[in-house]
Each structure stands twice: as C-alpha cells, then as structure tokens.
C-alpha cells in the first residue's frame, strides 16, 4: 500500500473511524461518536486515521492521515498533481469501482431525496477512463516571481495548479502546455490573458485566447510564431482562435482550416460547433448517451417531440431523424442560431423548430404553447428541471419523459414531482461521462 500524500493543518483532532461509503463529492463516508465524518482521500470498507479539518453542528470534514485496512479497490493515482488540483478526486479509486460508488450515490439521493426508486437499473455506460477531455478551460495567472501558472484550480483555495501533466487531458494538448507556458510569459504586459481554452474535433484542435483587450501587433507575430513551431506537423490540426469579449471568439491563425465537429455516426449526424459553445466534454461516452436515450424515447415519423435544454441539438438532430417533429427550446439565442444551422446541414430543418426561452420560468400557459407533445427530453444544467416538471398540466401531459441528469439531487428531487403526477418511474442508468471525478451523469425513464 502506497503512503498517503497528507497536507498539515494546523489545527484539529486525529481520530480512527471505518468508512462505508462515498459521497457525492468523492469523499468517505464514516461515523464516529453518532457524527458523520466526510474523510478525503478514504474509500468504502477502510479503516483509516483521519485529522479533522472543519468541524461543524452536524457532520466533520478531514484528511486521511493513515490507511490501516485499505480497500482491495484502491490504485495508486497517475498524476502528481492528484490531491492538489481540484480536476480529479477520485484517481486513488479503480474505474470500475468509481462506476459502482457513482451508482450507490445515484440510487441513494433517489430514495433519500426524491422518495422514488425505478422498476429497473440500467448497466452503467462507461469507456475510456483517461485522456478522455475534449473540452478544457485551464486558468492562467502569475506567481510571485512573474512567471506564468497554466492549470486547474486548486482543490482547497482559488490557486492555480501549474499543469506538468493531465492524465485526462489529451496527450497532444499535455505535450503543448510548456510551450504554451513560454509563449504566455514572452507576451507584453499589457496582454492580460484570462484564460486558455482547448476544443477538440475530429479533424482540428482549437486553441482559444482569452484577453482582456486586443492584443499588439508584435504579441499577435508572437502567437502566429508559436503556432508555425509547435503547432504544426501534429497527427491533426490546430488553430488559433482569440475572444475578448464573453461569446465571442474569432479563429485567427492559420487561416481556412478545417471547421470544429463532432460526428455521431449511428444517426449520420454531423455537429459543427466553435469555441465556448457547450458541448459534452466526453465525446465517446456522449455518443452512447445520445443512443441511450433516443431508444428510451423510442421516437416514432409523425410523433411530436419536445427537447428542453436543447443547446446545439445534440439530442434534436439524432431524435429528429426518425421522421418525428422535434422543437427545441434553449436559453441562449446564440446556441439556438447554431442548432438552426446544424438542422440544416443534417437535413433535419423540416422537422425541426427552435426556440429561445427561459426554462427556468416556464408555466403552464407556456407549455401549453408548445402544443400538446407526444414525448419531452430533459436535459438541464445542475440545477434541475423543477420549474419544468411543477408546470406539467393534465393538458399538456408527453406519454414518456427522459430525463438526463448532472445532477443527482436535482434529478431525485424532480423525479418525485414526476412520479407525483402520476408517471411510472421505468428505469434509470449511471453514465461515467467525467472518469476520476465524482461528477455523475444519469438517465432516466419515465411513461403514463
């Protein structure tokens, strides 16, 4: 058993406790004197010396110390900066167990929170636990010394975690950071760089800026000398793009280069996407999503289809090819523009329509508007569909609802609202779309 990696504090008790579970943030679970303890750095069926880090009324947060029984499920984690950056939290876990302990929270926030539990549990979907992220915003800021920090942010503070290596990140986006670091330092003062975004598609890399204020003439030969040596020549091609204000990003250099997309193929689907835009960070395990749940919805040619939270149409284009009519509402105008447009190049504009609202704000009167749709597709942020699910009236009421969660308080809380209307609560599946973080995706079923 490797030691484990502890970080002194300068106050709180030591103490012995044996871990049952895991939490939704990846943490051990354990009881001592009657108190929940929440120990980083524990797994289920340790036995473990933790050091309290915040004591409250009800429950104590800690730090492992030492590990005296360790789980036969526990790995040595990949990465040094594991324990410092706030990305991953879970590399100390085996993937297959990770899968198990997202499952465990999932069943157990349904019942807790929501007061439902399915008829059936889906196997969970999973796939390739590193270098899986396609989508990545790292912070940039500067030390004492006025050298440049690239990363994460840090688990314990707003610091920066100044990235060696990723072992989720792309190899070719990891091998990029040090030149990128010394490009970023060779860069004028006046060239406040906020933020560094990496998209990846299937046949360019992305590279987006983010300034405060246009950047000089000599920092822009600067960024277009960086791209001619250490962005050429690589196994896909790679752009420069620049963004100085919220939304708005311009590809700079080199010039007519092949368009951002991801592909779904069992939908012949082709989805252009730029910089910014939300799209699944995962796109292996967001194509088996996607097919999971259009066979949950089981779209029939001429059914109508409501997609909420539709964004590019990630879930509109694939349900809209089988010849059901499909509306999409989102929230921003921008992401409903680019999912008109993605319609079109897929051949769907016939049997799509888009729509801006705010659905966090919807009543009865605005479902009603929408007409009365055969089946609804959620797809919200963390924060749910609760407003969505309160409005459902007996006159507007889908024969089948899926809901795709990122969260699964929100989706237990909303699932009971569903199950209260009188739907039948089928069945219901985890989705390991962020491997080595506590971050869990689920999808569920619902039918009258």
């Known amino acids: 058993m490797s030691a484990i990696k502890v970080v002194k504090m300068q ?38 010396r933790f050091r309290v880090t915040q004591s409250k009324k009800s429950f104590d947060e800690a730090e492992v110390v ?40 999932m069943e157990e926030q ?40 690239l990363g994460f942010r840090s688990r314990r503070s707003n610091e920066v975690v100044d990235l ?59 960024l277009k000398m960086f791209s001619d040596r250490h962005l050429k020549n690589k196994q896909y091609a790679w752009q420069i793009w620049l963004q100085t204000k919220p939304n708005q990003t311009q590809p700079f250099y080199p010039q007519n280069m092949p368009e951002l997309f991801y592909e779904m193929p069992e939908f012949n689907v082709k989805m252009p996407f730029q910089p910014g835009d939300f799209t699944q960070i995962n796109q292996e395990l967001n194509t088996l999503m996607v097919a999971r749940a259009v066979r949950m919805l089981e779209p029939k040619k001429g059914e109508k289809i409501v997609d909420l939270f539709c964004g590019l149409g990630n ?42 609202a705010d659905l966090f704000a919807v009543t009865q009167a605005d479902i009603k508007k929408w007409g009365k749709p055969d089946k609804i597709l959620l797809d919200p942020p963390r924060s749910g569909a609760y407003e969505i699910v309160k409005a459902l009236g007996t006159a507007c009421m889908p024969k089948r609802i899926v809901y795709v969660s990122c969260n699964p308080a929100t989706f237990a809380r909303d699932a009971n609202v569903i199950v209260e209307k009188g739907y039948k609560f089928k069945e219901v599946g985890v989705m390991n779309m962020f491997p080595q973080t506590a971050h869990i995706e689920s999808i569920g079923l619902f039918y009258r």
Request: charged share 25%.
């Open 11 to 48: 106050s709180g008790m030591q103490d012995k406790a044996k871990v049952f579970a895991v939490d939704y943030e990846g943490r051990g679970v354990a009881r001592v004197g009657g108190k929940a303890v929440f120990i980083r750095g524990a797994l289920p069926g340790e036995e473990v």
């Open 66 to 105: 030492d590990i005296y029984q360790a789980s036969p499920d526990r790995v040595e984690p990949i990465c040094r900066h594991f324990g410092v950056c706030g990305g991953c939290v879970l590399q100390h876990a085996s993937a297959k167990a990770q899968v198990a302990y997202k499952q465990r929270v």
């Open 110 to 149: 349904l019942l807790r929170i929501g007061k439902v539990q399915p008829e059936k549990i889906l196997p969970p979907i999973y796939g390739n636990p590193w270098t899986y992220r396609h989508r990545a915003r790292l912070s940039v800021t500067k030390n004492k010394q006025g050298r440049t920090k």
């Open 164 to 222: 060696e290596e990723c072992a989720v990140l792309p190899q070719e986006i990891v091998e990029v950071l040090p030149y990128l670091r010394l490009l970023l330092d060779s860069l004028s003062d006046k060239a406040v760089v906020e933020y560094i975004e990496f998209s990846v598609g299937q046949l360019l890399t992305a590279l987006n800026i983010c300034t405060r204020s246009c950047l000089s003439e000599k920092d822009l030969d600067k």
């Open 315 to 356: 879930f509109t284009l694939p349900i809209a090819k089988s010849g059901a009519h499909v509306l999409g509402i989102e929230g921003e105008s921008r992401l409903v523009q680019r999912a008109k447009m993605n319609a079109k190049i897929n051949g769907c504009a016939d049997n799509t329509h888009f729509e801006t």
